[in-house]
């Protein structure tokens, strides 16, 4: 038997107590057969879900991961898979970042009624996660290196930033911003990879520092980018006064991590 | 006192779940979680035995957390709940799992892998269980008046019913009398009674009844506040009304269709039924051939819905001109007659007896209205007809009042996609709003008619006294809570929060969120979102998610 074949998925399942796990629950009493690789964890709403949780999910070792909410217009909490949905379209940025598939987060609505739909849901998901393979294997990423960048991906997931923008979307693409402009959705949603790249990029400078001083050609190295990109985002850093500049050395400047 | 007792309870269910998983190894498998100081197998957990078991165990072993492993806390937390808080446990220190509707009855081919599962659910289920803490419902008092909004049958009636309880009661109408729908209409089906009388009737006795104020030519302006404490503005004219009340109920009504551009409608030969009611009632009928069309932009593309009330509408109708006018012909074009109940029923029999003559169209065939004739093809007979008529009679449906979305927003409750208000659930709570303290009835709600807009009244004004005689409500304790030294008062929370549960103020450190636990729902939202991360959200912490996640990865591999 080939590694392929005997590959089991691990998935795991947010479900909001309203709509997805009343469907997962009348599965079950229909007597729905489904395989056994999707473990449930039942929030209130979907938007309970922190994007940081799907993250630690991956860090954790999981392949896959599906939250499912009331359909749209239908959240027992009137707005609530309304941020679901912007927030996870986010995470599946992080994940792209990361070097994963996005496939492996799903995010799907189902009603009470639809106990059916949520079989399938969870049969073609667990099919899908058993082709992409174990985590990682879309990447030709180390493990080591894998976890490092999920761990700076939910770090930049924590960061205001980009949950300030993501938590504003409705209110910058539907109506108007503080000086009186609208802002399109695909201006948004440029906005929005690039906030996601730069985070990304930044918690990843700063996981590679450690405790040490490092110049900004080593920092370079360890992040495989380029120096000048990565100065840009040490100055971002400075000015968020994560990292503080030490001095220099050759024709590099030299940083450590600040309060470290 | 602080060590962490964990009791696990894993059910059979007879052999529901017994059948498909190997239960007393699951039970055996829970003794070996840490905490975990107790575990048993029972053949049914919410038997009278089982429950007994779990008091037990909870003061022999000083349990200080349940876990039940069993059906679904859909149904079954509240009972379980109920016997911790018996046994002297909070009952929020209580954790369920899952391993029926969503393990063994999902997995009944593969007894080992659905075993596994089962055991991944309950390590999940006990490492939540370890984190939880005790919460306590706190109460707040409620203010006995109630705000009705429209001044139609249903409200009249649900502010008569409210205020002979002796509650005070505030009825806002837009118009500048009482009455609603009522005042265009003739007669009522099926009794034929006047409607300008039940208007009287009712209007006289809102007016003297004491408790009662009626504000009308006003409209709600707006609304803050929660169940119990509402702040309520109405606008009346000019001036401007300030007053609070504890309970909301919404009885706008609902308008009817104007079929413009529809089967040459012209107000004059070709009306609806609102227009030939007013012609009734005026004496201004004068028509020997009168073709009704039933279905007029209803069960459409645009509009799917049946209104319900147009088909006994259109029999009163007929039976009342072939009364005044028994020469007169009368034709009721149908796709299908919707008469149901023992009244409704007979009075088709009865229509049909007076010699109306019933014709099936099909929505693919539909009817066309020519200068002074109505082409049918006549699906039953199989062959086009021909009809002359001096008026053409076209039955509209109810549609949403054009204000509702607007008063919706104000309220923070939901309309469905045809702009009606929709209850909080269809079955189990016909005339509340998941928002605690607002309530709707009548045709706010979906087209009904007269009796069944009474009806609702009474409903509604039943739900509504119930937190009004108590004079206090319970908060639900699954509420967020703010780390003021995080909060940087952004109010990127009061604006995902839709039902205002969260409001950024002033205080001694500067701009701060603020929990307002009446009128929060325990949605989360507010928390998965914040950009510092300084919301909490109770009974559904980061830290009680991350300890499932945690707990399922350390199974997997």
New interface residues.
Partial sequence: MTFQESFEPDILGFLCNWCSYASADLAGVSRMQYPPNVKIIRVMCSARVDPTIILEAFIQGLNGVMVLGCHLGTCHYMTGNYYTERRMKTTKNVLKNVGLSPKRLLVDWVSAAEGERFATLVKDFTERIRKLGPLGKETDLEPQQLRIRLVAAKEALAQQRIRWLVGRERELVEDKNVFGEKVSQEEFDQLTLQTVEKEFAKRRILLSMKEEALSVKEIAQRVEASPREVLRNIVSLERDGLVSFVGIEGNSPKYRRAGG | MNEVRVGVFVCHCGTNIGGFLDVPGLAKYALSLPNVVFAKDNQYTCSEAGLTEIKNAIAENKLNRVVVASC???THEPLFRSICKDAGLNPYLFQFV?I????S??????RE??T??AK??IR?GVARAVLLEPLEETEIEVNPCALVIGGGIAGMTCALSLANRGFEVKLVEKEDRLGGTLNSLYKLYPANEEASKLVQDKTKKVKNNPNIEVLTSSEVKEVEGFIGNYDVTVRQGEKERLFKAGVIIVATGAETLKPMGMYGYDGENVVTHMELERMLKEGRLNADMVVMIQCVGSRNEKRVYCSKVCCPTALKNAILIKEAKPNAQVFVLYRDMVTPGTKYEDYYGKARETGITFIKYSPERKPVVENGSVRVYDELLGEELVLPYDLVVLSTPMVAHRNSTDLAQKL?V?VD?NGFFLEAHVKLRPVDF?TDGIYVCGCAHWPANIGESISQAYGAASRASIPMSVGRVKTEP?IPVIDEDEC?G?G?CE??C??KAIQVEETEKGRKAKVIAASC?????C???????AIT?RH?T?EQ??A???A??EV??
Avoid: Y
């Fill in positions: 679904t806390p859909r899952n029926r509707d969503q393990c009855w999902v997995h009944m081919q593969e892998r659905a596994e599962k991944a659910l999940m923070k939901p996609e998941a699954l940087s952004c990127l604006l995902t839709p039902f729902k325990g949605c989360g939202a928390g998965a979102g914040c950009p510092q991360r959200m559904f980061d998610l991350v499932q996640v945690i399922l990865a997997t591999h």
